[in-house]
């Protein structure tokens, strides 16, 4: 797959920027979606530098601000007429509930919305490239507790469940990816990339922030938390496997009666929709 095509959200820290370089040692042409423009272009020379790729772009996307995702739509759509890999792995953690400029819980928004905004708008380049769209999501989806009636948290949030909720989502997300795309040449893989010891979750109090903090010492290196997101993205011949979550490189079988609740995620799909009507173009 060397000199393909990767966009990748969340690349200027953690597992993000671990993948961005593993990727561009392997000679990939790389459009890095970032919210901090600064850090982006300055991740783009040390990389350039290191590697001697230049193939290395930055495109401003803020996964929390639908009107950005459009955006970085647009402007991805100039300079592109096929992709091969979409790695949406930026991602976050909130201790107290928030919303964006569009009205949306911030967890919900940033983890799932965005991505899910980004990546239909982006289909026909994905089908064209008979793309992989690869998904970050976390064994933090066993601390979901979804409720459609208020999706966004708006009583008894937690930082935990929001979390959860999101990542349990991310998987969801996938399987419909599957369901719907991959008889159109586009598959779709999510992960668990393991506990990563990273500046995730800095601004945490309370549970989280002491939860954090005993789990540090077993933490996996980024480097070693990107290699799943670098495997499904440069391993030949998984097409079969297209639905699948996966954890160090291996697909996983979960019986856990929510990731299998396919009326939840039929429901998901229906109001995330409807949330994001205004931006899917």
Known sequence: MDHKTVLLTGATSGIGEQTAWALARQSFNLYLLVRNTAKGEQLKREIITETSNPNIAVVPCDLADMQSVANAVALIRTRLDTIDVLINNAGGIFPERQLTKDGIECTFATNHLGHFVLTLSLMPLLQKGQARVINVSSDAYKQ????????????????????????????????????????????????????INTHFGEGSTGLVKLLLRIARPFMKTPEQGAETTVYLATEPGIEHLSGSYFKNRKPVRDASAALHNNSARQKLWVKSTELAKEYLV
């Open 144 to 195: 979901a507790r979804v409720n459609f009636h208020d999706l966004q948290l708006k009583n008894n949030y937690s930082p935990l469940r929001a979390y959860g909720n999101a990542k349990l989502f991310n998987i969801y997300f996938t399987r419909s990816l599957n369901e719907r795309f991959a008889s159109k040449g586009v598959t779709a893989y999510c992960l668990h990339p393991g506990v």
